[in-house]
């Protein structure tokens, strides 16, 4: 049944859904019959890309600006995304908070600084960790909140200069399996995914510009190539569907057997 038609309506929020995995989750969303509110941060066009996808399957989405490395917009963000509830669905909660949004690695540990440091604290850990607080009073009992971790933080998969970037993604695995302990008492379910090398914008569009960095991946993953965004996306709106009821607390690897 599409959300549209049901009486308290499934609306959920995807950050970073401007391309890539988030666009993917967004899409995947609500082709199972959500409704998507998709924040951007940059990219305005890409996030109604997003939306415009997501209406012609006949869903409903809008797009929201939101900085998450910007703790103190939160506030004004929470209250943008209760109104738009109340005035698109009629709704007063979302089913699912998806922490998608953020930036890649690739620092050495001689070249890193401290504001760089600070930049992937900010957006990777702190903004994750304070939305979701912010968000919380909006979410349903019995929802679900997924952040996007990365394979970096697994034994195996120790590329030099990703010290800075895959230590706050362990921070937020280790966040979230203790906010699965927390919030198990209102019913909601708290997971991580971790994808491993996925086609993405992330990184200056790598892919994109150095196709020759893909077949040495693709020869590290079991599964012989490296990730698209549907790869992810699919998994993630599963976690956050009724489908999942009985998952929490859990880092899952969606990486083809990469640096198995």
């Known amino acids: 049944m599409n959300s549209q038609q049901n009486e308290h309506p499934s609306v959920v929020v995807v ?19 959500s409704g998507v509110i998709a924040t951007y941060h940059s990219r305005p066009e890409g996030a109604e890309e997003t939306v415009a996808l997501i209406e012609e399957l006949g869903g409903r989405a809008h797009a929201l600006r939101l900085d998450v490395g910007d703790t103190a917009t939160f506030p004004a963000f929470h209250d943008a995304v209760r109104d738009l509830l109340a005035s698109e669905w009629g709704a007063d909660s979302i089913d699912a908070l998806v ?5 890649g690695g690739g620092r050495s540990f001689e070249e890193m600084t401290e504001e760089a440091f600070d930049d992937y604290y ?3 850990l702190r903004g994750p960790y304070f939305l979701t607080r912010s968000l919380l009073p909006l979410l349903a009992p019995g929802g679900a909140i997924l952040s996007v971790s990365s394979s970096s933080v ?27 302990r927390e919030l198990g008492e209102r019913g909601i379910r708290v997971n ?17 510009k150095y196709p020759e960095i893909i077949a040495p ?4 993953t079991v599964l012989g190539r ?9 998994v993630i709106a599963f976690l956050v569907s009724p ?3 009985w998952i929490t607390g859990q880092d899952i690897q969606v990486s083809g057997g990469y640096a198995l």
Do not use: C, Q, W
């Open 226 to 234: 490296i990730g698209e965004p549907e790869d992810i996306g699919r």
């Open 99 to 103: 922490n998608n949004a953020g930036f």
């Open 122 to 124: 900010r957006v990777l």
């Open 15 to 33: 950050t970073g859904a401007s391309a890539g995995i988030g666009r993917s989750a967004a899409v995947e969303i609500a082709r199972r019959g």
């Open 243 to 245: 489908e999942a009821a």
């Open 154 to 180: 697994r034994p195996g998969d120790t590329e030099p200069g990703y010290s800075g970037y895959a230590g706050m993604k362990a921070g937020l695995i280790t966040a979230s399996r203790f906010l699965a």
């Open 192 to 208: 991580t995914i971790a994808p491993g090398p996925t086609r993405t914008r992330l990184g200056g569009d790598a892919f994109e």
């Open 217 to 220: 991946l693709a020869a590290k």
